[in-house]
């Protein structure tokens, strides 16, 4: 069964060192999508992406994040300059469609992200 | 705004009890509603949806649950938990036009034997 996959699945970073988090969604899929889950707290929405260019962002998603689909298959997330409070889980989600009721968002494991 | 609020951040119950996790949102107008699982270190997976149709939707696992409007709810049933059961739970949401999750906090659920 397909499925959407994640590396690391856990990175350790020096807070202001720039970090990529890599995805590969579900090959015939659309839409990309980021959210980040910080410990005890709710899985949260960051950015979504389509077509080459982000579709919705949250208020999360500011100048330190970008995203980029670099070749067919990777999609990846950003972050310029860590702070500790960037410490959390971050999902890579996909689906083939977007809106409507058959738009099954399918969720990757998630990469720890730790910034000392 | 959307929201989801989860009642209860764990439950226990014991083998082959009920299994009830309450989730209610807040919505200007019904959203799609969903339930997925996480078991440890891995990703979320969709337990069941609402979107259309009949109110009450079942899902994997024997895992059910039941669309309310009039108490905007959409708790998640099993009639008989079992030990593989044991995980975290979110409820979420998803706007008819959109594609943002508001996910709520999730129930982490402890099975007894």
């Known amino acids: 069964e397909p499925e959407v996959t994640q590396t690391p699945s856990h990175q350790v970073t020096q807070m202001g060192q720039e970090v990529i988090l890599r995805c590969v969604p579900i090959?015939?899929?659309?839409?990309f999508y980021w959210y980040r889950q910080i410990l005890g707290q709710k899985v949260e929405f960051l950015v979504s992406?389509?077509?080459?260019?982000?579709?919705?962002k949250s208020e999360i998603f500011d100048d330190q994040f970008s995203v980029e689909r670099p070749d067919g298959s990777n999609f990846t997330l950003k972050i310029r300059s860590t702070k500790l409070e960037d410490s959390a889980m971050y999902f890579c989600?996909?689906?083939?469609?977007?809106?409507?009721?058959?738009?099954?968002?399918?969720f990757g494991p998630g990469t720890r992200l730790t910034v000392l | 705004a959307q929201s989801v609020t989860q009642l209860g951040s764990h439950v226990s119950v014991s083998e082959g009890a009920l299994v009830l996790l309450r989730c209610n949102y807040s919505?200007?107008?019904?959203?799609?509603l969903f339930w997925y699982v996480q078991y440890p270190n891995q990703g979320l997976q969709l337990l069941l949806k609402y979107t259309t149709g009949a109110t009450l939707v079942k899902g994997i696992n024997g895992f059910e649950a039941e669309f309310k409007k009039s108490e905007t709810s959409f708790h998640l049933t099993k009639p008989s938990a079992h030990m593989s059961d044991a995980a975290e739970y979110f409820c979420a949401v998803r706007r008819v036009t959109g594609n943002q999750f508001y996910f709520g906090t999730g129930t982490s659920l402890t099975v007894i034997p």
């Open positions: 992406f389509y077509n080459n260019e982000i579709s919705e």
């Open positions: 989600a996909s689906s083939y469609l977007a809106g409507g009721g058959y738009n099954e968002q399918f």
């Open positions: 919505s200007s107008v019904p959203p799609y």
């Open positions: 090959s015939n899929h659309l839409y």
